[in-house]
């Protein structure tokens, strides 16, 4: 139990430097500059092909007997440094713009840089300390804590920010950053149990990208599964940087009352934590999955509704859909995710759909960004209202989200972890791992 707890520390840390970036500080910057912070929120995600080789090399290089916990402080303190600096690269953009956005690229590129050597190896470091049977609980544990931690984060941001100054948001992602190192530092104390023998690189593990991306390719559920996770989250992630400047546009709020719709957000997802960990055993994780994918496509319609009809009821109806059903499908498919890897390979599969999850983040960030400010101009000139302009933008991006959850849901049915499993057997797959070591 309380090597669950402090994966859940570990887990807490990371996400709370997420926070202020996608939420506050997106609020902040994204008036009139929506493809701009996209593409700064995307750049982390751009490292996210060193998942795969991180994974794997976490495997077979140990730092003093310690295959994880070296590479999530690094990546912990990556994080921390992102967040601390980031206010600093609005402020600078608004005196001197080349300047700011290249101290953006810096200091995202570091958060980005943390969040991928940290988020691969505790993911991993789960796997390995918790059995199959016991993984459902290491997951809603985790999760549980997470969304805990991102709640108490917005209601502490929206508190320090208010009455707003650039000193007093300055402060706050300090104060956020400096209890995230914490609370991390306090994780990985003798969470990781020391290896004293067999630290040496195996040969067959030696693998390079092409071979490891072979591996995946290689197998057909291994296959759908990422395209599956890719989807899904990019749906379910790329509302992160919309939702509050939508809910500003379309309803009047202020920042403070924007932020609380992560707030409100986060409690049901939390909601559904609990429920997906009383349902543990009783029901099939697939099923859960599914009931949690539809009940976000349901969240984004409602979404969409409440845009047409300026509805603010139907609006939060939504958010709350949305909410519950990213809960479900976080737990259920976090748990398939850790079914679907390999003995001695648990990095390399772990890195695989971790890089599938930071993908994801990219292309959902992007089609934010980008679709918003594109069909917000293409709209100009038939649409006589700015405010309807703006608002057609999100209204495009949401449904193409809802549009992405509706084909994951029907890939859904084509994931077998059987299946997987007996093909990973078969002598031929083998074989293509093991020309790493020629």
């Known amino acids: 139990m309380l090597k669950r707890l402090q994966l859940g520390l570990l887990h807490v840390a990371v996400a709370m430097t997420l926070v202020p970036i996608n939420s506050t500080l997106n609020r902040v910057m994204i008036h009139e500059l929506a493809t701009l912070v ?18 794997s090399y976490s495997d077979r290089h140990p730092i003093f007997g310690l295959r994880r916990t070296p590479y999530i402080f690094l990546g912990l303190i990556l994080c921390v440094a992102g967040v601390v600096v980031s206010p600093q690269v609005a402020f600078l953009m608004a005196d001197n713009f080349g300047l700011g956005v290249l101290m953006g690229v810096l200091a995202f590129g570091a958060w980005g840089m943390g969040f991928n050597l940290s988020s691969v190896s505790y993911l991993a470091l789960a796997s390995e300390l918790s059995d199959e049977k016991s993984r459902g609980k290491t997951i809603a544990t985790m999760w549980f804590m997470m969304i805990v931690a991102i709640i108490l984060t917005a209601i502490g941001i929206s508190r320090l920010v208010d009455p707003y100054t650039p000193e007093a948001l300055t402060r706050a992602f300090g104060i956020v950053g400096a209890s995230a190192l914490t609370l991390g530092l306090l994780g990985l104390f003798k969470l990781e149990p020391r290896r004293t023998a067999d630290l040496s690189p195996r040969s067959s593990e030696n693998y390079s990208i092409k071979q490891m991306a072979d591996a995946i390719l290689g197998n057909p559920i291994a296959r759908t599964f990422f395209v599956y996770l890719l989807l899904l989250l990019a749906a379910i992630l790329g509302q992160d940087v919309l939702l509050e400047p939508f809910a500003a546009e379309a309803f009047g709020l202020t920042v403070q009352q924007t932020t609380s719709i992560t707030s409100l957000w986060g409690a049901f997802v939390l909601v559904a934590i609990l429920i997906a960990g009383a349902l543990e055993g009783r ?17 984004f319609i409602g979404i969409v509704i409440s845009g047409f009809l300026l509805d603010k009821t139907v609006f939060y109806t939504g958010v709350t859909l949305l909410g519950l059903g990213t809960g479900l499908s976080t737990v259920a498919n976090l748990s398939l995710m850790f079914d679907l890897t390999a003995p001695g390979m648990v990095g390399l599969y772990i890195g695989a759909w971790g890089f599938s999850n930071a993908l994801s983040r990219l292309v959902g960030t992007l089609l934010a960004g980008v679709t918003r400010d594109a069909v917000t101009q293409a709209t100009g000139a038939v649409l006589s209202e700015s405010k309807d302009r703006a608002m057609s933008g999100y209204l495009v991006v949401f449904g193409i989200e809802a549009g992405m959850l509706l084909a994951a849901a029907l890939m859904l049915s084509r994931i077998d972890v059987r299946a997987f499993r007996k093909k990973i057997d078969e002598p031929s797959f083998a074989e293509k791992v093991a020309l790493a070591s020629d």
């Open 283 to 299: 029901v099939a994780k697939k099923t859960m999955a599914q009931v949690g994918n539809l009940g976000a496509l349901a969240g």
């Open 38 to 55: 996209a593409a700064l929120a995307s750049l982390p995600y751009l490292f996210s092909p060193l998942q795969v080789a991180i994974g």
